[in-house]
């Protein structure tokens, strides 16, 4: 048995969702290595309270205890690695309290490199951590961009999309598209709103934002090419025009075994890729272009990323309203992308610079008042 000392200490946010329960798996199956020291969840306390048991540590519900609950967990924990595995804006203020206590941070909130990304890497920077991307798109940019001898080597980022159920669908079939068919997701099994968010390409339009903040690269040197069967999970392109890309079977737990073993690679009990370990002993694997007129999202995304400033808060927070709204089936599958292009559209409210905090929640604010208004 491991001596408790050599093990890292990992504590998880958000550990009843999609990510914290994959990262709770895989303490689970790697005792030798892992001692899962901290736990909050939102609103399952049930679970939660399971979960404490099992693996005999400190937790918080953030439904009643809130940010205070994050910090003093932080703070009694002691962790060496957080997960930040919350959805959507709420990530936020706990991915800027584990980076003040200067603990390195594994982040699948996407939404706190979206929303406040400077900020975020100026705290990382002056508290001495790192922030290691576990979306699987970004996971393999990270390791892509390490083995190819860093940014300087590379002149692209191409980040793969599955396109999602609505891939193959004409125009005015998206159109009429129910949430019970957007929920269809072809290949990933994830959360309701980060599912939505896929069938729009929302999701992939967050991602091009946090590629860009979390790589420093300009936009126009990101590119999204929709990879239906979700093998390569990004490629980067070196100035020497050649492609190289990241393989793996569609599983979140992947990248998350990344984060926690950075910055060393190791033997896992993930079953090791196989391209012909199909049941016909092939596979074929298929790129094509996305449909920007059948998703706009994308293409807003890339605009909002292009502008910066808080165009990339506008973006999300209009979208996070019109999301929900369709997932309580509230307004049309449509509607989502025609309400962040007029949110966003309003340019001048969107180019004040983010300097602090304060500037990112007030146009988060304005941005969901003016969804709303949209509904």
Known sequence: MSDLKSLKRILVLGCTGSIGSSTVDIIRNHQERFICCGLSANRNENALKTLAAEFNCSATLTSRDGNDGIKALIENTNPDLVVNGIAGSAGLIPSMI????????ALANKESVVMAGPLIFSLAKKNNCRILPVDSEHSAIFTLLNQCGGKDNVDRLIITASGGPFRTWDSEKIRNATLKDAL???????GTKITVDSATMGNKGLEVI????LFNFDTEKIQVVVHPQSIVHSLVRTKDGIVYGQ??????KHPIIQALDWPEVKQNFMKPFDLTDTADGSRTLTFEKPRLKDFPLLQLAFEAA??????P??????N???????????ISFWKIADIVEKVIAKENVWDTPVRD??????????ARKLAGELL
Not at 98 to 105: A, C, F, P, S, W
């Open 306 to 311: 292009r502008k910066d400033n808080c165009h």
């Open 184 to 190: 269809k997701h072809p290949t990933w099994n994830m």
């Open 210 to 213: 946090e590629a860009k903040r």
């Open 313 to 318: 808060i506008a973006f999300n927070a209009a």
């Open 357 to 366: 905090p304060q500037d990112i929640f007030e146009a988060d604010t304005l």
């Open 98 to 105: 584990t980076l003040e206590h200067g603990v390195d941070l």
């Open 247 to 252: 393989f793996s079977e569609p599983d979140m």
């Open 320 to 330: 996070e309203i019109a999301a929900w709204n369709f997932i309580d089936e509230k």
